[in-house]
């Protein structure tokens, strides 16, 4: 199962995201966390991500799906992913729906937080 939750920043959908992917036994993507867990590790994404949060600019949608792709292809992301913020964008929502029908996988649901 493949939910997303969106809504505006603390509209509680990390909270409701969190609940959810323990409920359903499904890892809980947040491109913050992402983020964060990048840039602490040093990885080559994370030197990317680093840049732009020390100029206070977002991270470009290539290095954000690149990320959030690179975590789904995990052997613990097969049975599902509730996922908090993401996708943002059109272009991030493509890509997420190319990568999970390539896997013959679709978004179950979608929910917006107001």
Not at 21 to 33: E, F, M, P, R, V
Not at 59 to 66: F, S, Y
Not at 95 to 101: D, N
Request: aromatic share 6%; net charge negative; hydrophobic share 40%.
């Amino acid at each position: 199962m493949y939910i997303i939750f969106l809504g505006a920043p603390g509209s509680g959908k990390g909270t409701q995201a969190t609940i959810v992917s323990q409920k359903l036994n499904l890892i809980h993507i947040a491109t913050g966390d992402l983020f964060r867990q990048a840039v602490e590790q040093n990885t080559e994404l994370g030197q990317q991500v680093r840049a732009y949060m020390e100029k206070g600019k977002l991270v470009p949608d290539e290095i954000t799906i690149r990320m959030v792709l690179e975590r789904l292809s995990a052997p613990d992301c097969e049975s599902g992913v509730v996922f908090d913020g993401f996708p943002r964008n059109l272009k991030q929502a493509e890509a997420l729906k190319q990568a999970l029908q390539e896997q013959a996988k679709a978004i179950d649901e979608v929910i917006y937080i107001m």
